[in-house]
């Protein structure tokens, strides 16, 4: 296990050093610099290049980019051109905020998805199962800032119960989760009803009900872990897309996470921000899909066994080759 694992943070490198350079030369590619959203107005064009080469942009994209790595294998993720302050501790700032916006929101889509795909599972082909589909349709063609903007003027202007923005406790915190959770509840629901039908009508589950084993008990205990599989990649992949910064839900509701982070930071063309923030935020996606590929062992018997018989096949090859 512990091999995989290295295995996997070794090939984290390699797509490290793709995205990073991706962002700098898609940044490069747009039109202007960070000058010209720090340069005042009345600037001279000498005034513009002398900043431009203080912040080392007039230097070619390569050399940029070879010098931002070696600062960063060094542990340096440089300092914002807006801001000036580190990069490290500026997304350290905002990244509680996302973790917590994305945790609320799996709360949302888990707590809602995996009931209904069940219930539709079991009234498969009823018309309360093709409601149920017609609703998780619905959630999954809606865009999150269209819904997030629908909450805000029922919620907030019209009703006043909510905030329309910002992060001022619990009250904040619950508009911009039912609008990420909607979207995510929308695919968990399908993929939980899917997974559910491939295993509730297997021999083992007969057997169970001809036991006298109550149905609550054979869905519960019996059917839904051995569906769980696709049910925690869906959960795992959402969240960690979550993690790396839910764009538009946080920028509709000005909530100061990560993702809005990223995009004040490309309207201001602060590279070493974005570059920094988008590192971490596929450093963060990778871990969560690495846990997710572990968590399978723990909820599957039968990928906990694999890993048993390879790690037993290679001491047993090993043990012929001594003998021999």
Do not use: C
Not at 183 to 192: N, S, V
């Amino acid at each position: 296990m512990y091999r995989y694992v290295l295995k996997r943070f070794v090939l984290l490198i390699p797509v490290l050093l793709g995205v990073s350079f991706l962002v700098y030369f898609i940044l490069d590619l747009a039109p202007g610099d960070a000058v010209d959203v720090l340069a005042p107005d009345d600037a001279t064009q000498e005034d513009r290049e002398r900043m431009r080469e203080e912040l080392g942009l007039n230097r070619p994209l390569i050399v940029r980019y070879l010098d931002y790595m070696s600062d960063l294998v060094r542990g340096d993720m440089g300092e914002s051109y807006l801001s000036g302050q580190p990069v490290w501790d500026s997304f350290i700032e905002k990244a509680p905020n996302t973790l917590l916006l994305g945790f609320a929101s799996l709360v949302v889509s888990v707590g809602l998805s995996l009931p209904l795909g069940i219930y539709s599972a079991n009234r498969h082909g009823t018309w309360k199962d093709n409601l149920s589909m017609v609703l998780a349709l619905l959630g999954l063609s809606m865009p999150n800032f269209w819904l997030g903007l629908l909450l805000m003027l029922l919620f907030s202007l019209r009703l006043g119960l909510l905030p329309s923005g910002g992060a001022d406790g619990f009250a904040s915190l619950i508009l911009p989760a039912i609008t990420i959770g909607t979207g995510m509840m929308a695919t968990l629901t399908r993929t939980t009803r899917s997974s559910m039908l491939d295993v509730i009508r297997q021999d083992y589950l007969r057997t169970a009900r001809a036991k006298g084993v109550s149905e609550r008990v054979v869905i519960r205990k019996h059917a839904l872990k051995n569906a769980l599989i696709p049910i925690i990649t869906i959960i795992g992949t959402q969240l960690g897309g979550i993690l790396g910064g839910a764009v538009l839900t946080e920028s509709v509701f000005s909530w100061p996470g990560v993702g809005r982070l990223i995009v004040d930071s490309l309207n201001s063309r602060d590279t070493p921000m974005v570059t920094g923030a988008i590192i971490m935020t596929t450093m963060f996606f990778s871990v969560v899909l690495l846990l997710v590929d572990l968590v399978y062992a723990f909820v599957d018997p039968r990928i906990k066994a694999q890993y048993a018989t390879k790690k037993g096949g290679k001491s047993d090859d090993n043990k012929q080759k001594a003998s021999a």
